[in-house]
Nanobody, 125 residues
């Protein structure tokens, strides 16, 4: 069974950058579409970005467009989320998720079958 593990979170000042990683084990990640989600305290989990199995047509939420970039390295079983120009409102636990048909991705929670445990991102001065 596919297992996902996020890393790279931490504390960063406003305007700073972080790169999150999503590592897969148990099955080749290249078959899966991957979504990045976040959940702030008291709020629903929301889609941030996603990428299909081939890496084409990445998708971004309006709130992160132009600041975040999703990419993948299927040979390494890794997906990345580069986050630049971070804002305090980006503070949340970030999750990666996988969907097995892989042809297209979505920023909706119900699209995905497998989830990581999350990594905390805190943007604060």
């Amino acid at each position: 069974q596919l297992q996902l593990a996020e890393s790279g979170g931490g504390l960063v000042q406003p305007g700073g950058s972080l790169r999150l990683s999503c590592a897969a084990s148990g099955f080749p990640l290249g078959y899966y579409a991957i979504g990045w989600f976040r959940q702030a305290p008291g709020k629903e989990r929301e889609g941030v970005s996603c990428i299909n199995s081939s890496g084409s047509s990445p998708n971004y939420a309006d709130s992160v467009k132009g600041r975040f970039t999703v990419s993948r390295d299927n040979a390494k079983n890794m997906v990345y989320l580069q986050m630049n120009s971070l804002k305090p409102e980006d503070t949340a636990v970030y999750y990666c998720a996988a969907e097995g048909r892989g042809l297209y991705c979505s920023n909706t929670v119900s699209h995905y079958e497998y989830w990581g445990q999350g990594t905390q991102v805190t943007v604060s001065s």
